[in-house]
């Protein structure tokens, strides 16, 4: 079956440096991709909606500048926290649909950032 | 603006027992209603979905049905195995809903089964 791929699953990072999440969809190609983040006991929440090829379309509330994401290829997301804080301290997953408007949607495994 | 609100875990139970995870949400119209799963070490999963009021949802002995009157799609299973343990989400989106990313999530439930 189609598989999205999140690297790196677990990363630890000094306050005030940036940390780039990538997003693959491994065996299909994926127009729009989708990042989440979920704090601990809280609902997973959308973040952005991101393109291939364009801007990104973010949530209201979600800093653009902070949550840079980058959808360069048919099959790669990624998401650079930029000076990250304790407070970035999350738990991000991305999601690919394969297909257009409501084709099947496939969830990477998640990456859990922890800012010190 | 939608919401999902599950129960809340974790939720442990033994081999064979009978599960259910409450899922209630609000939304305007008749949204579609989702359950994902977890299991440790991968993404999420699609496990079933009704799209229109009093449709059930089936997969894997999982069930779950779309009350309209109640706002609730409850998640049963008659005899749980460990391999059943995971998280579970319940989402929806919105009545017309062009994409299937714009999901709203309510925060997971723990389920850890016991042999």
């Known amino acids: 079956g189609a598989v999205v791929s999140q690297h790196p699953s677990r990363v630890i990072c000094k306050s005030g440096t940036s940390v780039k999440i990538e997003c693959r969809s491994l065996?299909?190609?994926?127009?729009?991709m989708f990042w989440y983040r979920q704090f601990p006991k809280q609902s997973l929440m959308l973040m952005a909606t991101?393109?291939?090829?364009?801007?990104?379309?973010?949530e209201q509330g979600v800093e653009k500048d902070k949550f840079l994401i980058n959808h360069a290829s048919l099959t790669l997301s990624t998401l650079t926290v930029t000076s990250a804080h304790p407070e970035d301290s999350s738990f991000y997953i991305c999601?690919?649909?394969?297909?257009?408007?409501?084709?099947?949607?496939?969830f990477g495994e998640g990456s859990r950032l922890t800012v010190l | 603006g939608n919401s999902v609100t599950q129960m809340e875990g974790p939720v442990t139970l033994s081999e064979e027992a009978f599960l259910t995870i409450n899922c209630t949400y609000t939304?305007?119209?008749?949204?579609?209603l989702f359950w994902y799963v977890q299991y440790p070490g991968e993404g999420l999963q699609l496990l079933l979905k009704?799209?229109?009021?009093?449709d059930k949802g089936s997969n894997k002995g999982f069930e779950a049905t779309y009350r309209k009157e109640t706002t609730s799609f409850h998640l049963e299973k008659g005899s749980v195995q460990v391999s059943d343990s995971a998280v579970y989400f319940c989402?929806?989106?919105?009545?017309?809903?062009?994409?299937?990313?714009?999901?709203?999530f309510g925060q997971g439930t723990i389920l850890t089964v016991h042999p």
């Open positions: 999601s690919a649909v394969r297909g257009v408007g409501t084709g099947e949607l496939f």
């Open positions: 065996d299909f190609q994926a127009t729009t």
């Open positions: 991101s393109n291939e090829g364009s801007k990104a379309t973010y």
């Open positions: 939304a305007t119209g008749y949204p579609s």
């Open positions: 009704a799209t229109k009021a009093d």
């Open positions: 989402a929806l989106i919105s009545a017309g809903g062009t994409s299937y990313g714009k999901l709203t």
